[in-house]
């Protein structure tokens, strides 16, 4: 495994690749009527601007409910790029972090796209840099290079693939299937399960999400001790132990899919808590509970929230339409030779419906059609 060591929390970092400084910039709390004000003002400046809301499931309730309300989406990663990508508007908001953004201008180059909050980053973009990855690639031109959506404009530039958790497993399979063999960055937890799943040949980066790495095996075994009966839903970013624990490993989308369909009336979710909000909305009779994790030692003061999905806020998206703020450029150049490895995803995604299924992990407790 490669090495990249970044560390997170330190304090002279710059901008937001600091957690204390994401922590900072996260928006002040709203009275009732201030957030309706605001969520008012959103609302119709995305009408007048004939812009729309494109969200991620982490980022807050506020700024779910006007994406759904205005026409936009709530979605992971993969559908917001979908989604992005095939809307008539000219103008998106992406509410979610840096490399959302980036996905959805290199998809669609003549749009304007706009984020409430441009240092709204991600660990596993952090550690991955460019010059890094390409050293990574030069070494062993031998591979396929598949890259996890999480990564910078010039670390796609440089994939044969981008994947996202919800294709990731059978889009490695495809591969293994022809014969080759894959370098993958950065997040080695997910590397690795797709690794043992599929038996691939495999080189991995070393990087993590410092939210997911927080999720804790031992206290996840206690938790399911006091809950016998709910479903174990698990990011694949999460640490193997956590993993193994898993009734159902997938997506934010995968995940939120196994708490609808399931007949388990709980569940423990391991992922970012924010995707509580859309959960509790689509399956509202459902028992949501937190997985643990490692509590205020850990990075981002675990509270299984992401520091930089948080610093979205309704300010910041009447900052985007009012005032022209947050606009994303990626560099035509390097757009350019990014977009060849997302809409080989995209391909295999239209081609392949069934790759976006749940995965299912040993005794399958009241999994509906999933
Ligand atoms: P999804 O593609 O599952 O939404 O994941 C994105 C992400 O950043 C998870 O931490
Ligand atoms: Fe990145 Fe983790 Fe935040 Fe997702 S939750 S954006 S992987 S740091």
Redo the contacts with the bound molecule.
């Keep these: 495994m490669t090495e990249a060591v970044y560390d997170y929390t330190r304090q002279d970092a710059t901008g937001a690749t600091c957690t204390a400084h994401a922590w900072a910039k996260v928006p002040p709390p709203l009275t009732r009527p201030q957030r309706e004000e605001l969520k008012a003002k959103a609302a119709a400046l995305l009408k007048a601007k004939n812009a729309v809301l494109v969200a991620h499931y ?1 980022v807050e309730d506020d700024l779910q409910d006007l994406a759904l309300e205005t026409g936009g989406c709530v979605a992971d990663s993969l559908e917001m790029a979908r989604f992005g990508r095939d809307h008539a508007s000219q103008t998106l908001i992406v509410a979610g ?1 840096r490399f959302m953004g980036e996905s959805a201008k290199i998809l669609s180059p003549d749009k304007r796209v706009l984020m409430p909050d441009l240092d709204a980053t ?3 973009d952090l550690g991955c840099s460019p010059d890094d990855f390409a050293a990574f690639c030069d070494a062993h031109p031998d591979r396929q290079v598949v890259v996890y959506a ?1 990564t910078s404009a010039a670390v796609k530039a440089r994939a044969d693939w981008m994947v996202t958790s919800s294709c990731a497993l059978a889009i490695v399979q495809h591969l293994k299937d022809q014969g080759q063999k894959v370098l993958w960055a950065p997040d080695k937890h997910l590397g690795r399960y797709i690794q043992e799943n599929i038996g691939a040949d495999m080189l991995l980066w070393n990087g993590t ?4 790495d927080e999720f804790r095996a031992t206290e996840l075994e206690l938790l399911k001790a006091e809950y016998p009966n709910a479903m174990v839903l698990v990011h694949p ?1 999460s640490p193997k132990a956590v993993v193994n624990l898993a009734d159902v490993v997938g997506s934010t989308s995968q995940m939120l899919k196994a708490v609808v369909d399931g007949a388990a009336k709980e569940y423990i979710v391991a992922t ?1 808590n924010q995707i509580m909000h859309r959960m509790r909305q689509l399956a509202p009779g459902k028992t949501l509970i937190e997985a643990p994790t490692a509590g205020n030692s850990a990075t981002c003061k675990s509270c299984a929230h ?1 520091p ?2 948080a610093m979205n806020g309704l300010q910041g998206v009447i900052d985007c339409l009012g005032r022209g703020q947050g606009e994303i450029f990626v560099d035509p150049a390097v757009a350019r030779d990014a977009v060849r490895c997302i809409d080989r995803m995209l391909d295999f995604v239209a081609k392949n419906p069934s790759a976006l299924a749940p995965r299912v992990q040993g005794m399958v407790r009241g999994i509906g059609a999933a």
């Design positions: 982490y972090v991600c660990s596993l999480n999400c410092i939210v997911h970013e970012d992401c930089w999905m």
